[in-house]
């Protein structure tokens, strides 16, 4: 076991000083070849017989290795492989569209102070050209590589704002981008969305949950989505926030296994966390997830990571080049392989309300509000917030958790002392969790628009039967839909639809606030 020093781990494992080798057998087309020879013969993670690989430069001898992660960098390949790390680049400035438009590339965001801030650029301008080339029809990685280059430097472009075409010159400058931001949720959640593990992220995510636990907040969402890694020993001491002073990660290099702590972190974070990954949470991201996963700290959301679990040392090469060689496999604390298998989350699902999921996930209501929903998950428990979940913002989350529970749920109306386990049949029905109280009264599987639904209610209301006491849902969604209601009797109702509806499934909820509610599902034809 063994404590690590502060030098840089990581995606990127350590980077060495100079190293010093014979140049008498260089290849003279690639003058380190010998130097890089003897980095992958010591330290690669697997023993390899180079001579019978019969290469003759470094890029073959890189591509023989068969390793994705283990590259040859030239000095410009490697300021631009730090600055992603570190959140730094020499650019103008602007967010980009991942979609590409007919004649151009539309700019979706500004950094607040860069050049395209003070040229005036704005959100849905689309830029045209640079240096007077036309982008139409080029990708975006391209369009990226031509608005980047050294500090200093000039590129002009050609930009539609709305009608009106300009013609900018702007000096690229080194832009700072932070890679911990947060936002204060409602229910005392901080939600925290790491970009990358750059050297100062633990840092920052430090002074991040100091200032977010100030406003009040004492619940977390963490965002590991899309999040690539980074240095290895920013994720260790990230997790030591989490967890404390236990062994975050196991490295097994060629000839060791080690097992790597935090230092003694200075704050420690307490209440439930939420982690959000994906299939592009890699490296670093991994390590943090399989930590607070394998000490059940957090409740992992999301789907499979990418199963990045190696670990990348770079040398610097007497050329100004640099060698990003893979040393080492890593593991979760109690031993658990990553490397092209993962990190498997707690809950599996892939929505584009995962925030809106997990703020339901904590929810947890102290009155008690419509009544509880309690959840059991991979031996994680959850406290769902009735009201929050039937809520317009938050109604198709719900849905989504729904769809993905694998054991089913307990209910707990307000004021009541115990759960009460919901039946499969209940669950397969789906209104059963958004309204448990409510009696099924009936259904009409096809209904065509224009015609009228008429149900028996067997309840007798006191102010009679209208818009105020019977809403019409959309299954779906939970968006209201207009409806006209009249009483035909004491116990027959008619509702008509203001609108066609579209094929689906809709509700209609009747609750004169007093007694019982009564739900009857409508299903309208392709």
């Known amino acids: 076991m063994k404590k690590y020093s502060r030098f840089k781990l990581g995606l990127l ?78 650019g103008i400035g602007v967010y980009l569209n991942a979609q590409m438009q007919p004649e151009g590339i539309e700019i979706s965001g500004i950094i607040e102070g860069s050049p395209a ?79 990358s593990f750059s050297d100062q992220a633990d840092q920052d995510l430090e002074k991040t949950i100091e200032s977010c636990r100030k406003a009040g907040a004492d619940k977390w969402i963490i965002d590991l989505r899309g999040n690539p890694g980074g240095y290895i020993n920013t994720a260790i001491e990230m997790a030591g926030i989490f967890i404390g002073p236990q062994v975050v990660t196991v490295l097994e290099e060629r000839d060791a296994i080690i097992s790597y702590y935090p230092d003694q972190p200075e704050i420690q974070v307490d209440g439930p966390i939420i ?14 997830s399989a930590a607070l996963k394998d000490y059940r700290r957090a409740i992992l959301v999301g789907s499979v990571t990418y199963g990045k679990g190696t670990v990348q040392e770079l040398y610097p090469l007497s050329n100004g080049d640099w060698l990003k060689l893979t040393t080492a496999r890593f593991y979760s604390p109690m031993g658990t392989a ?61 849905g989504e958790i729904i769809d993905h529970l694998q054991f089913l749920p307990a209910y707990r109306p307000a004021g009541g002392e115990r759960y009460n386990l919901l039946t499969p049949v209940q669950v397969l029905d789906k209104a059963a ?37 019977i809403e019409m849902l959309n299954a779906e969604t939970g968006e209201q839909v207009g409806a006209s209601v009249e009483e035909i009797t004491e116990h027959f109702i008619d509702v008509k639809p203001e609108a066609d509806l579209l094929p689906g499934e809709y509700w209609v909820i009747i609750n004169d606030g007093q007694q019982a509610e009564f739900l009857a599902r409508i299903g309208v034809k392709q």
């Open 13 to 90: 494992l350590a980077i060495f000083g100079m190293l010093v080798f014979p140049h008498c057998l260089q290849a003279a087309d690639d003058p380190v070849f010998d130097e890089v020879q003897e980095l992958v013969e010591n330290f690669y993670v697997d023993p390899i017989d180079i001579d019978s690989l019969n290469v003759h430069s470094s890029r073959e001898l890189m591509a023989e290795l068969g390793d994705p992660f283990s590259k040859y960098l030239t000095a410009a390949e490697f300021e631009e492989f730090m600055g992603s790390i570190d959140g730094q680049y020499a």
């Open 117 to 195: 801030e003070a040229a005036g650029l704005k959100a849905g301008d689309v830029i045209i050209k640079v240096d007077q080339k036309t982008i139409s029809g080029l990708d975006i990685d391209t369009v990226c590589q031509m608005l980047l280059g050294p500090a200093g430097t000039e590129v002009q472009l050609e930009v539609k704002s709305g009608v009106v075409h300009k013609n900018l010159t702007m000096v690229r400058q080194v832009i700072s981008i932070p890679v911990v931001n947060s936002t204060l949720l409602g229910f005392n959640t901080a939600y925290i969305d790491i970009d």
């Open 275 to 288: 982690i959000l990954i994906d299939e592009n949470s890699a490296s670093a991201s991994e390590i943090l």
């Open 433 to 469: 969790l958004y309204f448990p109280n409510a009696s099924m009264i009936g259904s009409i599987d096809n209904y065509s628009n224009g015609g009228d639904i008429v149900l028996y209610v067997s309840m007798e209301s006191e102010s009679g039967w209208n818009e105020d006491n």
């Open 338 to 398: 990553i490397n092209g298998i993962g990190v498997a989350p707690d809950l599996a699902m892939n929505s584009s309300n995962m925030v809106k999921v997990a703020e339901l996930l904590l929810s947890d209501p102290e009155d008690g509000g419509l009544g509880t929903f309690e959840l059991l998950e991979n031996g994680h428990g959850f406290l769902i917030d009735l009201a929050l979940a039937r809520s317009s913002q938050y109604w198709e989350a719900w």
